[in-house]
């Protein structure tokens, strides 16, 4: 089956208002109208610059999607410093990444906070982009597979086939991630196809066939093409190369 890839700019914590409005406009300068039929992009913002993004993209009238980062499960109350999905959903919000590693090593978010997360998008119709991968240690002792497909799990459990069909997973080995050291095709191939396989296995195969799993880790212009040439490789969550508008529309062309 044929997926239509994604390409997911996560931003992280980069960019003022008015400097993520500047990249958001010379983006959308770039973007021929068009592409959205072959591709999901996906601006993953800090949450101030969400609003603002997509008043931009709202302006050109581009097939662009905007993400944020990260969010909270309770629909409202005493959380200070949270955000709710329904907040991100008013701001025109479409996709959030969730479990990102920095997320998960810097602020201890646990695979149950993921799981949780992920339902409350879902309940509100929105596509958890839900991040997996294992650290350099995991990677060495050679229990990866069995590592990212038990986050896989977990992430998804309770959740239905329906709602499953809306979810991207997105493979980040933290070995990788802003490094500049990228997993080799055939190293980021074997995961994704584990990923996928663990989603046939939760789902049956032609649910998992239809749900995308993209890879992330210092993919850049250099790389992205040997990445995509992979069976299981749907797109790319991208940090450093999503930062310029320049390099970002060019990993965008890969998936035409
Ligand atoms: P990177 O970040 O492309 O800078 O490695 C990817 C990510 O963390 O999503």
């Known amino acids: 089956m044929k997926r239509k890839p994604m390409m997911a700019g996560n931003w992280k914590m980069n ?3 008015s400097e993520g409005v500047v990249l958001a406009q010379q983006i959308c300068n770039r973007f021929e109208k068009d592409w959205g039929e072959d591709v999901d992009v996906v601006l993953c913002t ?3 610059d969400l609003k603002p993004a997509w008043t931009v993209v709202d302006f050109e009238n581009l097939p662009i999607y905007i993400g944020a980062q990260n969010c ?4 409202a109350g005493a959380f200070t410093g949270e955000i709710s999905v329904g907040m991100l959903k008013e701001a025109r919000v479409t996709h959030c990444i969730i479990g990102h590693s920095e997320r998960r ?3 201890g978010e646990l695979n149950e906070d993921v799981n949780k997360k992920a339902k409350a998008l879902l309940a509100q119709k929105m596509t958890p982009i839900i991040c997996v991968g294992e650290s350099l240690s995991v990677r060495d002792e050679g229990t990866h597979l069995e590592y990212v497909c038990a986050q896989v799990k977990a992430a998804f459990a309770g959740i239905d086939d329906i709602d499953a069909k809306n979810c991207v997973v ?6 990788a991630i802003g490094t500049g050291r ?3 095709p055939e190293q980021a191939q074997e995961v994704c196809a584990a990923i996928r396989s663990t989603l046939a296995e939760l789902y049956g195969q032609e649910i998992a066939d239809g749900m995308r799993v993209l890879y992330g880790g210092s993919m850049n212009t250099g790389n992205v093409e040997g990445l995509l040439a992979m069976e299981d490789i749907d797109g790319g ?3 450093g190369a999503a930062l310029k508008a320049e390099s970002f529309v060019e990993l965008i062309k890969a998936c035409l």
């Open 15 to 17: 960019n003022t208002i």
């Open 46 to 48: 800090p949450f101030l």
């Open 72 to 75: 909270y499960w309770e629909e």
């Open 105 to 107: 090593t810097l602020f």
């Open 170 to 175: 997105a493979y980040e080995p933290i070995w």
């Open 182 to 184: 990228t997993a080799t």
């Open 237 to 239: 969550l991208i940090g």
